[in-house]
């Protein structure tokens, strides 16, 4: 049995919510070095039709960039719940605060140290350290000077190897509770996959209205997420299992 089982037998019952990097694909040593399996877009696809389209990404990415490698328009949260299209195409959006450009220059020279990643997102910065893990405290002293200069209405979200600045306003947790109030999610048991602290927002909504959180990877990390997965490959290995059993 794996944590996916009532979702094989009842697909109908229950709403998938997928985080994309290090859930759905394996990470990568850069953002863009990512690589999409082939028959992934497919297998959503698929899925997404047995469960009547109860099927979200929820990710730190933008939308126009999952929509550029998946090729297809899932309902998705991107850059954290900053950005939401709904199951019926309509997309809402959390205002970006001032203050962004500011950021952009405080951060700026990070460009040109070997191993760390400026990702400007347009409405969130992120600052990845991947390939230069000794700069792990130089990276996020710098991220927690220019919060303080853009003021309350930013926030930091840490990850795998990363920090981000990010709108205060957009949690992945507001994002798949927002989807769980519309159809065709509204009334299914929400299932929410993810890898990392960015997703941990979704596991206890998710458990409050009779579903379940899924962390893929690493078991002995703190999380709220009732179940775990050993890697993406394995996830996609059991959601391709379902996606063509009917």
Known sequence: MHPLSDLATRPSDHAIFLDIDG?????????????IPPDLTEMLRRLSDRMGGALALVTGRRIDWAD????????M????????????????????PPGLDLARARLAHFADIPGMVVEDKAAALTLHYRGAPDRQAEAEA???VVARE?????????????IELRPSGASKGAALTAFLSEAPFKGRRPIAIGDDVT????????????????????????????????????LRDILRGIAWAG
Do not use: C, N, Y
């Not at 859930?23 to 690589?35: C, H, N, R, S, W």
């Open 23 to 35: 859930t759905l694909i394996d990470l990568a040593p850069t953002p863009e070095g990512v690589e």
């Open 68 to 75: 550029g490698r998946f090729g297809h328009a899932f309902p």
């Open 77 to 96: 949260a991107g850059l954290h719940g900053f950005e939401r299209r709904r199951a019926d195409g309509g997309m809402q959006m959390v205002e970006v």
């Open 142 to 144: 710098a991220m927690e």
């Open 150 to 162: 853009v003021g309350d209405a930013w926030t930091l979200q840490r990850g795998k190897m990363m």
């Open 199 to 234: 997703d941990e927002a979704m596991f206890p909504i998710a458990s409050a209205a009779g579903g379940i959180g899924i962390r893929v990877g690493d078991p002995e990390q703190p999380t709220a997420a009732k179940a775990h997965l050993p890697s993406p490959e394995a």
